[in-house]
């Protein structure tokens, strides 16, 4: 089966401007969730959705929001760009389980966002 | 807040050792702790999890023991192979925050052949 699409796979954005990054999530899989990755800070979790609604946000100035669709695609968008937010950003989708089901995440390969 | 140490940073083993990675929790209420590889260019890879009422899994060459007095837990790969040359991330559940996980740093193993 299709696993995690992540689109676009790259993209170079000027300070200021503003992004939005998409996921689409194994089929069946519900709740979509968000990581930032980078050299300096490792993974870190971003915000979580299930059916349309944020159910867990991580510690994430406001610039950056997401949203799911009835279709459980999921899109992240982050405002007002700065350089440090220069990093790979990963979905990952997972049974709407707590913790996550015996299979756990599964990433999608991430869209690395460079911001000068 | 909840925190994750992992070591060591890089591991480098020879093709056919052991190679073995250490993860403490600080959170004493998390109750599952997966590992990932994550190769160039490539998403986070579930390799096993464990979960708090279980103190050891296997599957085939890669083990994982949690010792959750301690709080810590470690990923065994017996029989290492060139393709195991990767990232490696341990993580553990954040309570009451769903299905968030909170990541070690992460350990670049090299097998040399």
């Known amino acids: 089966k299709a696993g995690v699409t992540q689109t676009p796979r790259y993209l170079i954005k000027t300070r200021g401007q503003q992004v939005t990054l998409s996921c689409s999530p194994i089929?069946?899989?519900?709740?979509v969730s968000w990581y930032q990755q980078t050299p300096g800070q490792g993974l870190q979790f971003l915000f979580e959705?299930?059916?349309?609604?944020?159910?867990n946000k991580g510690n994430f100035p406001g610039r950056f929001s997401g949203r799911q669709f009835s279709n459980s695609r999921s899109e992240m968008n982050v405002s007002t760009l700065e350089l440090g937010d220069s990093a790979l950003y990963l979905c990952?989708?997972?049974?709407?389980?707590?913790?996550?089901?015996?299979?756990?995440?599964?990433f999608g390969s991430g869209t690395r966002l460079t911001v000068v | 807040g909840e925190n994750v140490e992992q070591h060591p940073s890089t591991l480098s083993v020879q093709e056919g050792d052991s190679a073995v990675i250490k993860c403490t929790y600080s959170?004493?209420?998390?109750?599952?702790f997966p590992w990932y590889k994550q190769e160039l260019g490539k998403g986070p890879q579930l390799i096993i999890d464990?979960?708090?009422?279980?103190g050891e899994k296997k599957d085939q060459r890669i083990a994982v023991t949690l010792n959750k007095t301690a709080k810590h837990f470690s990923l065994h790969i017996t029989e290492t192979q060139p393709e195991d040359s990767a990232v490696y991330f341990c993580?553990?559940?954040?309570?009451?925050?769903?299905?968030?996980?909170?990541f070690g740093k992460g350990t670049t193993l090299s097998v040399s052949s």
């Open positions: 990952a989708s997972s049974l709407p389980q707590d913790p996550p089901s015996t299979h756990g995440y599964t």
């Open positions: 089929s069946g899989h519900r709740s």
């Open positions: 959705y299930f059916s349309e609604t944020q159910r």
């Open positions: 959170d004493s209420a998390s109750n599952y």
């Open positions: 464990i979960r708090s009422n279980v």
């Open positions: 993580a553990a559940s954040i309570v009451q925050a769903g299905t968030a996980l909170i």
